[in-house]
């Protein structure tokens, strides 16, 4: 193949990976006057768009493996391949493909029996870029009263979804069918604290009061401020699970109930 000597470097680089993304044949070729040779510019191209598609699949599936064991092999490359093409990576590391990939999936032509998969995907996303990120040597410090500290690992995160996709990707990666088929809609929001561990990324199902007083705390509210943001006055069932308990319960009970017990914090003696 002989670029045409006027064209750029640049461009031509471009030109080349229009057509190796490309999904219409008719785009998926180069220009004949300018690739001249023993076959057609879209024959050379195969190998390469292959190669590269292929290469991008992966490393959606690598990231999504509930999402890819759900739909199987063939569909999750179809979801992959499209994705690939409609957001190629703008950096070389490949682990940190992926950030749209479940907002592209949501509504996928054949996905209308799985309404919590782009949930699914999403989750699985936060749980692989908390995961790459190391260890940090010192999360949130709150000052309780007392003068003893309250101090959160690092790095953590909350998530919130209408769907319990803790349960769900527990359910899907241990070939649970019981559990999936009895899912249901579910009312008000499910909310997770995810955090770094030595062997990867832990998860904890949180109520609403907990969550409300994580997501505080990590935003730099102080003890009182996270404690008036758990107790959620006005919200009645806060938690959304229908047990008709409110968030208003001390901060006591908060921690002991379910951020201490959960290993994502400690208490530090008043120094």
Partial sequence: MHAPAEE???ALQARMARALLAAAPAAQGLPEAGFAGAHAGAVGLRVHRNTILGALANALRLGHPA????????FF????VDFARAAPPRAPQLDEYGAGFAA???GFPG??????LAELARFEWAVGELGRRCVEPAGVVLTLEGGARLRLAAPLRTFASP???????TAILGDDIDALRALQPGRGTHDHALWRVAEGVSVRALRAPSARFL?????GADAAAALAAAAGE??????????GERGDAPLAQILAREILAAGFATIEAPR
């Fill in 111 to 116: 996905t209308e029996a799985l309404p919590y």
């Fill in 104 to 106: 592209r999936i949501d």
């Fill in 215 to 219: 997501d505080a705390a990590l935003a």
């Fill in 163 to 169: 769907w319990p996709v803790d349960v769900i990707r």
């Fill in 67 to 74: 999402v890819e064991r759900l739909v199987g092999e063939a």
């Fill in 77 to 80: 490359d179809r979801m992959a």
């Fill in 234 to 243: 006005g919200d009645g069932d806060s938690d959304g699970d229908g047990d």
């Fill in 8 to 10: 750029s470097l640049a």
